[in-house]
């Protein structure tokens, strides 16, 4: 029984790709939609993009070739292709900027940036890419019901973002890299002054400050002492009660006494 059943699925495969590859070699654009969306709704995308490559190629500019290349993005998407949806989504509402699948087409491009956008461990040229592809959608559809999603999206990748930073100045801390560590420190105060981890990394900031002013050769060791003096009185000021002040007091205290060594 089950030689048989074998034999009667293997006749039907044939017999289905026997009867696709007419319809793609064939002059029958109507039965070519047809066949391609029966094929789409039945989710097998990759077959129905073939036929709506054709139909698209045949009649750009009419509702058929609309929709025929909304569904090749759609079909993409949906086989969580992201680069190829994200170009075909994206193409869709500028070939097609008054169609209603507009903005739909847009918002799912953004999307596929977001999808692309990798670890934060990894290179994070992806994540601003889809940070400004949500963007881009909010300045265009402001009143979408997407709009909400975009944002709480871009928070998101905006920590990740964050995150990758954060790790960078620890690591840099952590293998002995003092100036890489206080440039790392200065920039992620600059670009998240509001982040959780701000404390801390204003403590590495002076940390490092001091441990790069300590292991300067004399013609710099003034200047970068002068630099850890006042990055640590930011530090007082802004975190006066912090549990990191006894160690950076110290730190401090030392730098006082270098300075009045190498005072000029």
């Known amino acids: 029984m089950k030689k048989y059943i074998y034999i009667l699925c293997t006749a ?16 029958d654009y109507q039965k070519k939609f047809e066949l ?11 077959r129905s993009v073939t036929l709506y490559e054709q139909v698209y190629q045949k009649f750009p500019k009419t509702g058929e070739g609309e929709l025929a290349y909304y569904r090749i993005g759609k ?12 170009y075909y989504l994206g193409a869709f509402s ?3 900027p008054y169609s209603p699948k507009a903005e739909e087409t847009f918002f799912l491009s953004a999307m596929c940036s977001v999808s692309n956008s990798p670890s934060y461990t990894l290179d994070q ?8 592809s949500l963007q881009q959608f909010i300045d265009k559809y402001p009143y979408s019901e997407f709009v909400d999603s975009c944002n709480h999206t871009m928070d998101r990748l905006r920590y990740k973002i964050q995150l990758k930073d954060f790790e960078s100045v620890k690591l840099y801390s952590k293998t002995g890299n003092y100036r890489a560590a206080v440039t790392a420190s200065e920039t992620f105060l600059s670009d998240f002054p509001v982040s959780k981890n701000r404390e801390y990394v204003s403590y590495l ?9 300590k292991n300067s050769i004399d013609e710099k060791k003034k200047e970068r002492i002068d630099q850890t003096i006042k990055r640590y009185r930011n530090f007082v000021s802004e975190f006066p009660e912090s549990s990191y002040r006894k160690r950076l007091d110290n730190m401090s205290e030392e730098m006082e006494k270098q300075k009045e060594v190498y005072k000029s």
Request: with cysteine; charged share 20%.
């Open 36 to 46: 391609a969306d029966e094929l789409f709704n039945t989710k097998q995308y990759m």
């Open 75 to 86: 079909a993409y998407y949906f086989e969580k292709d992201y680069y190829m949806a994200g």
């Open 12 to 27: 039907m495969l044939l017999f289905s790709c026997s009867g696709f590859n007419k319809v793609v070699k064939g002059d």
């Open 205 to 213: 900031l002076v940390e490092n400050s001091f441990l790069l002013a």
């Open 125 to 132: 040229n992806e994540t601003e890419l889809a940070i400004n």
């Open 94 to 96: 500028q070939r097609f």
